[in-house]
């Protein structure tokens, strides 16, 4: 029997998920996909309606939308012959535009482990940073990359920009704030709203780009001549696209809500609300969405991690989903929030709140002396925390064993300790298995009453941070493990290890060093632990660590399971977020849908759904640390704006080929040492080396080296900070070295000009 004959018999295996949607199902996208796998050739739609056995009228229209709706969401592309093609294979890829600053920029694939395309400056004309796009494999460029050409825009991304806007010879334009735009935004004479050249404003876009026209706009709001204090957020909002505005019909529903547990909710759900669960955060926390409970079991630990059950108010299809699903995380900035959720369920009736009724989903999980994950079951329940915890609060408990704090929570004391026990377990069992750890200082913002930086100051990670880290990713191990036992579509977090171009480069890196990464071509995340306990007395182990970290591939979320590298782990999902990221609420319906008795053919999402879902989050995802980290620079500007002339001491933390990126220790404030500004030399970059070297002087300027800089200039627009070198301590193979001074040109030239004010004195 040939395969074709084979297709046109076999069932359709998602039928029954189709027939639940539809009064009259078609076969669904899956099964037209595998259709055209199986004959290996395009297929017009009178071939698919043959193929298909559909003849009556209404099954011919309906499956001439659902062609049309492929095309639209990117699964098919129909070629000149009016014949369906699938995307994603190795001619055509659908994916995200990321624009680089130079002009071009790459597509990163929705699928096939989200290979990058390459795309020259001329395709990037019709393109600007963020859209969906469909482009053809045509070759590879001059440094071997996979070139791209483009086919179909699926979905524009970019709505409004922030910039400056400017009139030259009768022409109006802005110059977009964020980098990554490259066009300028044409306005017409009529559509300026009054701006004058050289003011901030936000346009909107009325046309986008095309090979021959830049975009067109008009200005919708006049932000002023100069960012103000307090204007940071909002502009980084804005020039990010971060959706602000809640729609009332997103209001409305989160309103009928209500502001209690429905007491209809509780049926049927396990009652712990005399369990002692708390809720442990930060200071300033305001959503609560997981809370905690231990007890000893049967040689090790009984540990609960309860979970908002936001799946249970935010149901597919309803105007608050839509809204959650476009914003896809909440938004962290200095002083504020842009919620996932409107407050009334953030800070309300999902949040976890001590003495109040919750519903929730609760991972019940045995965990083993040695932190092994031996048994672990979901269920739905209802919940009252029993406190609020603050994690210095639980660090004075546990590790300072402070009287009067311990006084405070005498009740507690048992289960915290409890608590404390199984993290110990779980740390053990991760440092047996090789995860991934990176030591780094984020910086705290300390303000004063006028919103302006006071002053900026680390934040200190305690073991109370790490007892929640570790009972999370217990629980979003078990959450991976139910979602692949029962084969329910979802999304992983997935975590690849390094390529092979940026291992190549780590190797000569370390080579360089005289050190050597284990696990031939494909090391394992013991390989790298195992390197960095082997440096970790080393002066220069900063540095080793720093590319190390440099040389891994982001995490981000994808219906296939790949495992995490980084915490080495064959699956991980996020599964405790719910509140504030949408990966989780969608791990979240999947685990309801099975304990409702649910089978993997009659779940309601599609794999090419949570495909774009996946792709969606982790581009929101990335979208969010830009703008918050846009934010915070423009504040940290602020802040550096009254200390000129100030000298600092400082970490090289980025090496280029136009100079040395350098972090103040104290401050933690960012800036940059142009190559201008160094010694009266030639320098050549060493991408691999991560230094820069004078031909002459035989000067090297090397990733981690400790320096002395002055602060030279303050750009709060540009959100760039300008340093002169004043002293360096660079390192040696072994890592070592002293602080010498130095003489850079910016030196030199302030020497001469000094010399020549005292000749004109004299």
């Known amino acids: 029997m040939s395969r074709k004959k084979r297709a046109r018999r076999s069932p359709d295996p998602y039928f029954e998920r189709e027939q639940a949607k539809y009064a009259n199902p078609i076969p669904s996208r899956e099964f037209i996909l595998q259709v055209l796998r199986e004959h290996g050739r395009p297929l017009d739609r009178d071939e698919l309606l043959k193929t298909l056995s559909l003849d009556s009228p209404e099954a011919v229209e309906a499956l001439r939308r659902r062609l049309r709706a492929m095309e639209r969401d990117g699964q098919l592309h129909r070629n000149r012959r009016g014949g369906y093609v699938i995307v994603d294979n190795q001619d055509l890829v659908r994916g995200r535009v990321s624009a680089h600053t130079d002009g071009w920029g790459y597509v990163q694939a929705d699928t096939d482990g989200g290979r990058r395309v390459y795309l020259s400056p001329r395709e990037m004309r019709s393109l600007m940073h963020g859209d969906r796009v469909i482009v053809q494999v045509v070759g590879l460029d001059a440094d071997g990359r996979p070139e791209g050409k483009l086919v ?57 780009p095309s090979l021959r026209r830049q975009p067109i706009g008009r200005i919708v709001q006049v932000l002023g001549d100069r960012i103000e204090a307090g204007m940071e957020i909002e502009i980084a909002r804005r020039a990010h696209g971060i959706p602000v505005e809640w729609p009332q019909e997103v209001l409305a529903e989160a309103a009928a809500l209500g502001d209690r547990v429905d007491p209809a909710a509780l049926e049927g759900r396990v009652d712990l609300r005399d369990v002692p669960l708390v809720t442990i955060d930060g200071e300033d926390a305001r959503d609560f969405d997981d809370a905690v409970y231990c007890e000893p079991a049967a040689n090790g630990w009984r540990l609960l991690v309860a979970i908002a ?46 003495g109040e009724d919750r519903l929730c989903v609760v991972c019940d999980m045995i965990i083993g002396p040695a932190g092994q994950l031996r048994k672990w079951r979901f269920y739905l329940g209802v919940m009252r925390s029993h406190a609020r915890l603050t994690y210095d609060e639980v660090a004075a408990i546990l590790v300072d064993e402070d009287p009067q704090v311990s006084a405070r929570y005498k009740e507690l004391l048992p289960h915290l300790h409890n608590l404390y026990g199984v993290y110990k377990s779980l740390r053990a069992a991760r440092e047996r298995r090789g995860a991934i750890d990176f030591e780094t200082t984020e910086a705290r913002l300390i303000f004063n009453e006028h919103g302006a930086i006071e002053r900026i100051e680390p934040l200190e990670r305690n073991d109370a941070h790490k007892i929640i880290e570790q009972c999370m990713i217990a629980a979003n191990v078990a ?100 509140i504030r990221r949408y990966p989780d609420l969608l791990v979240h319906r999947a685990i309801r849908h099975v304990l409702a008795g649910g089978k993997a053919e009659n779940y309601f999402m599609r794999m090419d759904e949570l495909v774009a879902l996946g792709e969606h989050c982790s581009m929101a ?142």
Request: aromatic share 6%; proline share 5%; hydrophobic share 40%.
């Open 152 to 208: 179909d825009i699926l979905e524009r991304q970019t709505e409004q920009v922030v910039g400056r806007f400017f009139l030259e010879s009768g022409v109006g334009f802005v110059v977009p704030d964020n980098r990554r735009i490259q066009h300028d935004i044409i306005i017409p004479p009529e559509q300026t709203a009054g701006a004058r050249s050289g003011q901030l404003v936000v346009a909107e876009i009325v046309e986008q």
């Open 309 to 354: 059950d936001v799946a249970h108010y935010v149901q597919p299809g309803t105007a608050l989903d839509a809204e959650a699903s476009k914003r896809a995380t909440s938004v962290y900035f200095p002083r504020s929030v842009v919620p996932m959720l409107p407050e009334q369920l953030s800070n309300g009736l999902c949040s976890l709140k001590p």
């Open 479 to 578: 959450a991976a493990n139910f979602l692949l036992r029962h084969k329910v579509p979802a999304l992983f977090r997935d975590h690849l290890g390094p390529d092979e171009d940026r291992l190549d480069q780590l190797r000569q890196f370390l080579g360089q060093l005289g050190l050597q990464l284990g696990g031939g071509d494909n090391p394992s995340p013991k390989d790298f632990a195992r390197l960095l306990r082997a440096v970790q007395n080393r002066p220069d182990r900063h540095l080793i660590q720093t590319v190390l970290l440099r040389s891994m591939q982001a995490a981000d979320y994808r219906p296939e399971n790949s495992g995490h590298f980084g915490l080495a782990l064959d699956a991980y999902a996020h599964f405790t977020s719910p």
């Open 621 to 762: 995802e990335r979208r969010a640390e830009e703008a918050s980290r846009d934010a915070l620079m423009m504040l940290k500007c602020q802040y550096m704006a009254d200390k000129l002339g100030q000298e600092f001491a400082g970490l090289i933390t980025g090496v280029t080929g136009f100079g040395l990126f350098v972090t103040l220790e104290d401050v933690f404030v960012d800036g940059l040492v142009h190559i201008t500004n160094l010694e009266n030399d030639y320098f050549q970059f060493d991408p691999v080396g991560h230094r820069l070297t004078g031909e002459r002087t035989g000067k090297v300027y090397r990733l981690t080296d400790r320096v002395v800089v002055r602060v030279a200039r303050v750009d709060v627009d540009e959100r760039k900070i300008d340093f002169d070198l004043v002293a360096h301590q660079p390192h040696d193979r072994h890592g070592r070295g002293e602080m010498r001074p130095v003489e850079t040109r910016a030196a030199a030239r302030g020497l001469r000009s000094g010399r020549r004010g005292l000749r004109r004195k004299a």
